[in-house]
């Protein structure tokens, strides 16, 4: 029960973000930019993992990730092609894809 809590905040919270940003204070182009991204991504999974290891919840931060990566889309967008060869070790696979 516990797990699905942050899994629901992992996975609502790119659009909480970037839909406000982009509706109201017309800040990003589209709704879905500044907290899609990777980078955001990353930087947010880092904190609540420091903060799921600080409060004895090892396993929040995982949910969370799972939850934030697969609304952002960022799996899905990337391929299975780019996503194993990411897993694997392969980066001429990520340079194809991306020319």
């Known amino acids: 029960m516990l797990q699905r809590v942050p899994w629901v905040i992992g996975s609502q919270l790119p659009d909480l973000i970037d839909k406000p940003l982009a509706w109201t204070v017309t800040v990003l182009p589209?709704?879905?930019l500044f907290a899609h991204s990777?980078?955001?991504?990353?930087v947010l999974i880092a904190g609540v993992a420091w903060l799921s290891?600080?409060?004895?919840?090892p396993q929040a931060w995982v949910a969370f990730g799972i939850g934030y990566l697969t609304h952002t889309?960022?799996?899905a967008d990337l391929g299975?092609?780019?996503?194993l060869g990411l897993l694997t070790g392969d980066l001429s696979v990520v340079r194809r894809a991306s020319a």
Do not use: K, M, Y
């Not at 990777?38 to 990353?42: D, H, Q, V, Y």
């Open 73 to 75: 889309h960022t799996i």
């Open 53 to 57: 290891r600080r409060f004895d919840r």
């Open 80 to 83: 299975p092609e780019v996503f």
């Open 30 to 32: 589209s709704g879905r």
């Open 38 to 42: 990777l980078f955001t991504a990353f």
